[in-house]
């Protein structure tokens, strides 16, 4: 029962449940670059070379003696270059998003070291203290 309460007290710490969230909005996000990498950048890309497909670029090797398809091994390079290309364009969105909440923070903190403090409140006993100071001062 102990360890049930500890792994409780684990799992609901801020920090976990925060990465928790941020694992699955990651992933969620990681779907949409994914579906603008492959359905609307690659498509023009490919166009712009000459109409070549990188995910059907492939190498064929056939076993020697056979000449059976399922003997055929593939080394599908064309996806390989997707899937880096993919890569590539998920870290610079994160690194773009990180950069445009890093300069949200730098004016937020800029904005609260230029707004001047607050006066402190004076206590109601420190303001009576100083008028009895006052008013003996005034009687002497």
Excluded: C
Excluded at 71 to 78: D, K, L, S
Excluded at 95 to 110: D, Q, Y
């Amino acid at each position: 029962m102990k360890m049930l309460q500890e792994f409780k007290e684990f799992a609901m710490r801020g920090n976990v449940v925060d990465m928790a969230v941020g694992v699955i909005i990651g992933g969620a996000f990681g779907k949409i670059v994914s579906s603008l990498v492959a359905d609307v950048v690659m498509p023009l890309i490919g166009i712009l070379i000459g109409g070549i497909d990188f995910t059907s670029l492939k190498w064929t090797f056939k076993a020697p003696g056979l000449d059976l398809a399922s003997h055929e091994v593939t080394v599908n390079y064309g996806n390989f270059i997707q899937v880096t290309f993919d890569f590539l364009v998920i870290a610079f969105s994160i690194f773009m998003v990180i950069k445009l909440i890093n300069r949200f923070s730098a004016k937020k903190k800029a904005a609260e070291a230029a707004a001047p403090a607050p006066e402190p409140v004076e206590p109601d006993d420190v303001k009576l203290l100083k008028e009895i100071r006052d008013l003996l001062k005034e009687k002497k």
